[in-house]
């Protein structure tokens, strides 16, 4: 009999060895490891707009006291400090964190005055800190004011000696002023740089209406200010979504200017480049599209840079556009770049949330209050500490003479002291170690004077803490202080980053660019055969043709111009004008040029004018109006316009200039209805235009009625029929129509 089987026992735990679930200790672990790479490393405050290795890195230059107005220190002391009491990493990741502090590209408002090579826009990186040194700027102390007067938390740092601040005061909203950049797990943010000017009058607008929306705030602040300058070329509503989301991008371009040279040559100079791109590694690359005929626009590319930013571009000949050459330029290139922006901020300190514009300034305006507060506590609290003092001092000056007695006679003075006069252990010890040539009459005078301010000031604070109104007037007051030291009129607070309107997105046809702009005649004869002649020729009766050709139609035009063909199938092409064959010869046929389907025939060609509206029409008698631009194609194949079905084919395409129609079919009735009638299309079949029992249509045209029906005779004499003889031809669109009047060309063409 078979035994059942049964699982092993497990196996005895040994000593010291822990089972775990290997699924759960990953967890727990990685995220642990997630929150302190969000708390800790990548995501700034939303109340200073700072990572904890930047508060770090400003708490320790105030520990050094490095302030605007001290002697410089080296990097590798403010290093070596902050890594040694707060920031327990490494000491490359912390002098890279304090020279972005210091660089003007990549600060819009830097916090530290480096002096020696901090690097440069080109991408040079900075020397070693034993060679730099450096010192806070006069917006870093901004930040700190009121750090000593117990305005924000503090905590432990790493090793427990020493305490490090949780948040700095924070005078500006350095969040947007300054921007921000970060990966974390799961998360980043991306804040750019804004005017401080513009954060101040949109922060003082939502402390008069707390409950003002990103939309009313934007009135204030136009957009991002880049150190680097550009031009933002998004639309208002696509800057307004982005602030509204705290989501979005910003496209910003290179600023330039045409720069005349010599005889007639000029080039364009490159004066601003996008934020975040470094100049260098802009020139190799522009240089490498040149190398690699990418850039058929541009002949050469030069650095004349200074301390300013000079890159000269040379075009490829003087007849090339410029604007256009600068297209191909921001489409290929980093002359033009895209800014992503995701305001991911810890809300409170604590929370990592994606905020919008105004929830990203309430954060701040809701900090400076806290910060007004304490500092006020602060100061109410040293206040009384000293207003306790002076009233044991006053005690002494009455009665100077038996304190004299009691410190020389007892044995334990402050004692007696605290009996004789009733005061407490703090006012004794004050008086026990006051000098005695403090005390003077004149002493005495200037202490009561400070006893009646310190009450003063007392009863002013302990008002202002307890009216939340009072408090933001104090707030608004600061903000206007900041704004007053940034306005715009200062170097440091002249908005940089302009905004600019950007073409239509449009595919640039660079061949077309290259071209030097010339005239030309453009001659077409009966079999499909086309040719173009220098110049503008007015008498083409001269010009020879191959065989038993003739002349079908010639016009004048560019070399930068497109002609439109249409052929019997219904299809239309499009031919530049730059590739047609000379004049010398009798030209070379269409069907070379496009793909001309056998068996169908060339009905018509005429020049490319952007908006203008044609009547195309087949011999089965249906047509529409359809514009220039819906007819041109890129590709050899052309483009179906009128859609026929056998054995129709397409005859005509006239200009659609008028209100009134004219239809002269094979059977030979003319009918003429008004413009109106007939719809306009891209493609189809159209509408009826003349009903007929055998044949189809013939010819067509547009004309204004109130100058009369015009058409061309055989021997090339012009007749017109006033408005006055007309009636009895007007009609509704698809009637049959009647003989048309006396004189009228057997070939039924109007010419």
């Given amino acids: 009999m078979a035994r059942t089987p049964t699982n092993p026992p497990p196996p005895a735990p040994t000593g010291g060895t822990d089972l775990v679930n290997l699924r759960e200790a990953l967890e727990e672990r990685y995220l642990a490891y997630a929150l302190s790479t969000i708390m800790g490393r990548a995501l700034p405050d939303a109340r200073d707009g ?4 930047h508060r770090r890195i400003l708490y320790g230059m105030q520990i050094l006291k490095l302030d605007p107005t001290s002697a410089f220190k080296k990097c590798a002391k403010i290093v070596g400090d902050v890594m040694g009491s ?37 991408g040079d990186s900075a020397a070693a800190y034993r060679y730099t040194e450096a010192r806070m700027t006069d917006v870093a102390r901004l930040l700190l004011e009121g750090i000593d007067d117990d305005a924000i938390d503090f905590r432990e740092n790493y090793s427990g000696d020493q305490k490090e601040p949780i948040v700095l005061p924070a005078a500006i909203p350095n ?46 602040v136009l957009g991002p200010d880049f150190p680097t300058g550009g031009l933002i070329v998004d639309p208002p509503e696509q800057i307004a979504e982005t602030y509204r989301t705290g989501r979005g991008s910003f496209r910003i371009r290179s600023k330039w200017e045409k720069e005349e040279g010599a005889r007639g040559m000029w080039n364009v100079v490159v004066t601003e480049i996008p934020y975040g791109v470094q100049k260098s590694r802009l020139i190799e690359k522009l240089a490498e599209l040149i190398n690699d005929k990418k850039l058929p626009l541009v002949a050469d590319v030069r ?39 995701n305001m991911n901020v810890l809300v409170d300190g604590v929370v990592p949330r994606v905020v919008s514009l105004a929830e990203a300034l309430r954060q701040w305006l809701d900090h400076r209050r806290e910060v007004l507060l304490r500092r006020s506590r602060h100061r109410l609290s040293e206040i009384e500490h000293r207003l306790e003092v002076l009233a044991g001092m006053l005690i002494v000056f009455l009665s100077l003479d038996e304190v004299i007695r009691i410190i020389r006679e007892e044995d334990e003075p402050k004692q007696a002291l605290m009996e004789r006069f009733g005061l407490t252990e703090l006012q004794a010890n004050y008086i026990l170690d006051t000098r005695l040539r403090s005390l003077r009459r004149l002493e005495e005078m200037q202490l009561r004077k400070e006893n009646d301010d310190l009450q003063r000031e007392k009863a002013e604070i302990v008002s202002l803490v307890g009216d939340e109104q009072q408090q933001w007037k104090v707030v608004a007051l600061q903000i206007r202080d900041v704004r007053k030291k940034f306005n715009p009129e200062t170097k440091v607070g002249k908005r940089r980053t302009i905004f600019a309107e950007a073409p239509p997105a449009s595919e640039i046809d660079l061949t077309e660019a290259m071209i030097e702009r ?24 001269n010009l020879q043709f191959k065989g038993d050709d003739a002349l079908k139609v010639s016009f004048f035009a560019e070399t930068t111009s497109k002609l439109l063909v249409l052929a019997s199938n219904g299809k239309v092409f499009t031919l530049d004008a730059s590739k047609l064959p000379g004049g010398r010869g009798f030209g070379e046929p269409m069907r070379l040029m496009a793909d001309i389907e056998e068996g169908a025939d060339i009905v018509s060609v005429f020049l490319f004018e952007p908006g203008t509206k044609m009547l195309i029409a087949g011999t089965d008698g249906r047509g529409f109006v359809v514009t220039h631009d819906e007819m041109i194609s890129s590709t050899r194949k052309g483009r179906a316009v009128l859609n026929l079905d056998a054995p129709a084919k397409a005859v005509v ?22 413009l109106d009638e007939v719809p306009e299309m891209a493609r189809g079949k159209g509408v009826r235009l003349q009903r007929y029992k055998d044949g189809g249509i013939a010819d067509a045209r547009v004309f204004k009625l109130s100058e009369g029906l ?18 009895e031809w007007i009609g509704a669109r698809s009637d049959a129509g009647r003989l048309p009047p006396k004189g009228f060309p057997k070939n039924n063409k109007f010419g």
């Avoid at 700072?50 to 290795?53: A, D, Q, Y």
């Fill in 653 to 674: 395409l006239v200009p659609a200039i008028g209100d009134h129609v004219a239809t002269i079919g094979d059977n030979r009735k003319m009918l003429i209805f008004k």
């Fill in 50 to 53: 700072l990572k904890p290795v």
């Fill in 175 to 220: 969040l947007l002023a300054n921007g921000s950049q970060g990966i974390a797990v799961g998360m980043a943010t991306s804040i750019p740089p804004h005017n401080l000017a513009e954060l101040c009058d949109a922060a003082l607008y939502l402390v008069t209406h707390p409950k003002a929306t990103t939309d009313q705030l934007l009135s204030f």
């Fill in 710 to 727: 015009t058409w061309t005779d055989s021997a090339g004499r012009n007749f017109t029929v006033p408005k006055s003889e007309l009636k």
């Fill in 86 to 122: 707060f920031h327990p990493h490494g000491d490359q990741a912390i002098y890279d964190a304090l020279v972005r502090l210091a660089q003007d590209f990549s600060s819009r408002y830097p916090l530290v005055e480096g002096q020696g090579n901090f690097g440069n826009i080109d």
């Fill in 303 to 341: 650095d004349e840079s200074a301390e300013d930013v000079r890159v000269v571009l040379e075009p490829r000949n003087r007849t090339v556009d410029p604007a256009v050459m600068m297209e191909s330029l921001f489409k290929l290139s980093e002359l033009e770049a895209r800014f992503p922006m």
């Fill in 518 to 541: 010339e005239p030309v005649t453009i001659v077409v004869s009966d079999k499909g055969w086309v040719r173009a002649l220098k110049g503008h020729m007015a008498d083409v009766s």
